[in-house]
Each structure stands twice: as structure tokens, then as C-alpha cells.
């Protein structure tokens, strides 16, 4: 086992990345505060893996809670079924939320937990690769508007992060491919060493090679610990983790929740931000085609889907976190493993990097 620290002064917390950790009392127990535990978590990862945590929690007064799965679900009224569970239970504000699913299941419950009472405790329990390597990590917990996604959410950390990696073997292929999105996003911001390690290694991670995921999940939480670290909130470079976010969301909130995977969508949107910083004059050819071959080796999209023209990619784009006094940021490339972010993009090389990859899509999901 790796335990990795984020260091957040009194709001520290371990990250553990390894196999079989799942139900060890010794990792978890030591980070519930008080006596009542709900689980959170959703249909589909309950019957894999909801008896083995519960085990880990054996000196606790424990429940748990099971969410209908998916995206969609990703709403106010599914936390407040959660509220609901907390007020009929008696829970108190010594009570502690265990997030156990993927990034949908986390961020939902860990706004329950940063809501309930004004703030009670919560625990991270990943179980897939995207939520292994960003997600479960940092804090950033909300759900989904219709109008925008992420948009309702506060900054809570977790107290601890509990990634057992034998549980990535029950995820199907879109889903891993999903989550190396993620991962390669970390090269693409700050560390070319790690991209060039990717493109050796992206087929071991997609066949489920223990060492290869270990080594994946270990750099990316790293990557993440220390932007986290040093911009909790977000007043300035942990943006740079949003890195094809502004095109992704705009794809996931437009094609309707779900349709196109988080992980996707941020690996097309990706490859759209390094076009428009070659437009720039910022990248060459020749890192944009990297990009591509990187997407494209993880079995991810690289087209946007034609049924969103640029004057709705826009105004989806508009929905945005980073939109400061109605002015759009985008995070760019400077160079590959250097991102910025900047608002002094030329909305003419905007359009014409929409418009190149708009194109019938090669997004193979089955929704
Ligand atoms: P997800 O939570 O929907 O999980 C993907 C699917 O895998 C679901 O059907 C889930 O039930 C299933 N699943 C989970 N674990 C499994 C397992 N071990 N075996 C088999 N099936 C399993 O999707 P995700 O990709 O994990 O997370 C995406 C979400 O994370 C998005 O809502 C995104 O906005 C959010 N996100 C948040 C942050 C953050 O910092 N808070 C960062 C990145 C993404
Ligand atoms: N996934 C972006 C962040 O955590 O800041």
C-alpha cells in the first residue's frame, strides 16, 4: 500500500492507493468521528462491494444508503433523499458520511456531508479509475443543474481516501477508458515525463495491469495533492486542472447527462484546447497529433458530437466557473506539460476550433 498526504494544515488527510483495503478496520476506523456511519452509495457497486466495507466498520453503528446509478442522478433531490435517510436515522453532526462508488456517488454525498448540519465528516472510497485519480480527491463536491453541470457545490474535504484498486477489475472498458482521460490530463498540464510514460503504458492500464494502474493512480493523486495543496479553492492554478472542462462540460450538459461520459467529454475537450493553443501559435502540429494518438490509444473520442453547432457550444461554454464578471477562461497550452489560463483567446480561432471538431462523431458509448 501507498499512502500519499494532502497538505491542507488541519484539514490534512491521507490518500491510500493499494490492493485489498477495502473492509481494513484499521485504515478507516481511525478517521469516523463519533458513533453513527451512513454508507452512500449506488445499485450497481452495492452488491460488489458494500459488505466488504461494512466489515470495516464493524464498532460503528452503521446504515447505508443506496442511490439509483448514474448521472442523471447527479441532483438536488437526490441529496435530499440522503438528508431524508440523516433526519429519520438521528443522525448528529459527530456523524460520518462513506462515500463508496465512482465520481458521481462522491460528489454527491460529500455535499450531503458539507450541507447536513452545516458540515459533517465524510470519507472517500473510490472505485473507479476516474475517481481514484481526481475525483475523490481535493474536496470539490456538488451536483448538476440542468442548466450546467456542476454548478450547485462547496469545497469539503474528506478525511481520508480509501482507493483499493482490486475493485477497478469489476469496471467495464468505457469506463477505464474514461478515467485515463483524467490521468493524461495531468501530463498535458505539468509533467512531460509522465505523458511520455503514458505512451508506453496507456494498453497496460486499458488490460487492467496491476502495476501499470498503481503507477497511474499514484502520480495522478500526487499531481493532484500538490495543486490542491497549494490553491484549495481555486483562486488561481488548481484551475489548471480543469484543462477541457469548459468543452467537456458543454458536451455533457448539452447531449444530456450521461449520454456522453465525464471522462469523454474532457478528452475531446482536451484535444480542443490544444488545437486553439496551436491556433494561438502556442503548440505545433506535432504535439496536437500527440493528443490525438494519446485519445485515441485509451480508446476515447476524438470528435465532437455534430449535433451541438458552435452557436450552442457557446452559450454552453458560457455556463462556466471560470467565467469572471461574463468573460470566458479558458485553460490552455502554452507548451505540452505547461497550462494556463486566459481569457485573451482570439474568438475567431475559438470558432474555427469548434467547427474542426464538430464532426459526425467517433464517441462509442451504447447510451
Ligand atoms: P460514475 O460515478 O458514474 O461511475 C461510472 C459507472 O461505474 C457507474 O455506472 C458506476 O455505478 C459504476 N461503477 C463504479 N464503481 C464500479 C466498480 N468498481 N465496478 C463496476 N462498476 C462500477 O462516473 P465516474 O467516471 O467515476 O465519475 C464521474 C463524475 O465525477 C462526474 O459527475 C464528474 O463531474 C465528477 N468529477 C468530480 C471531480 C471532483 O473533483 N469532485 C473531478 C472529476 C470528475
Ligand atoms: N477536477 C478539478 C479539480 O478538482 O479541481
Known sequence: MKTLNLDLGERSYPIFIGENLLGRSELI??????????????????????????KGLQDFETDYCVLPDGERFKTLDTVD??????????????STLVALGGGVIGDITGFAAACYQRGVPFIQIPTTLLAQVDSSVGGKTGVNHELGKNMIGAFHQPRC????????????GRQLSAGIAEVIKYGLIRDTAFLSWLD????????????????????????????????????????LLNLG???????????????WLH???????MLMAADLSMRMGWLNKTDVDHVDRLLDKAQLPTRAPSELSYERFLELMQVDKKV?????????????GKAVVTDEFDPQSLRETIEAHRAVSNHTGLV
Request: hydrophobic letters at 40%.
Open 200 to 239: 508506453d503504458h496507456i494498453d497496460d492500464i486499458l488490460n487492467n495491469k496491476a502495476e501499470a494502474l498503481a503507477y497511474a493512480i499514484e502520480a495522478s493523486c500526487r499531481h493532484k495533492a500538490e495543486v490542491v495543496a497549494s490553491d484549495e479553492t481555486e483562486q488561481g492554478n488548481r484551475a
Open 245 to 259: 472542462h469548459t468543452f467537456g462540460h458543454a458536451i455533457e450538459t448539452g447531449m444530456g447527462y450521461g449520454s
Open 263 to 269: 471522462g469523454e467529454a474532457v478528452g475531446i475537450g
Open 81 to 94: 433523499t440522503i438528508f431524508s435517510q440523516l433526519l429519520t436515522g438521528h443522525y448528529d453532526r459527530r
Open 29 to 54: 476506523a481511525p478517521y469516523v468521528a463519533g458513533k453513527k456511519v451512513l454508507v452512500v452509495t449506488n445499485e450497481t457497486v452495492a452488491p460488489l462491494y458494500l459488505q466488504q466495507t461494512l
Open 324 to 336: 469572471l464578471d461574463g468573460k470566458l477562461r479558458l485553460v490552455l497550452l502554452r507548451s505540452l
Open 161 to 172: 481516501v480509501i482507493a483499493d484498486t482490486n475493485t477497478l477489475k469489476t469496471l467495464d
